[in-house]
């Protein structure tokens, strides 16, 4: 399948794509909001290691805000 630039996706394509990216930022930027304003002993492990984790696309804020915090 050959690759397509974005002026041929059609709108709903570009539409999933903006919003998927939404997502993800918005995701990001929450958790590490979150990893900023939580105390060290309301996250389980380091602090650095989190923010590293947050950057891997949409499985790291997700894997942050599932088992990183301490409820």
């Given at each position: ?9 059609g709108s709903g394509e ?13 995701l990001l930027v929450a ?13 389980r492990g380091k602090k ?24």
């Amino acid at each position: 399948m050959p690759k397509r630039g974005w002026s041929e996706l059609g709108s709903g394509e570009r539409g999933a794509i903006l919003a998927a990216g939404a997502v993800q930022v918005s995701l990001l930027v929450a958790a590490l909001v979150d990893i900023h304003r939580r105390p060290e002993e309301g996250i389980r492990g380091k602090k650095p290691l989190w923010v590293v984790v947050s950057f891997v696309n949409i499985v790291g804020p997700l894997s942050y805000f599932i088992f990183g915090r301490k409820r």
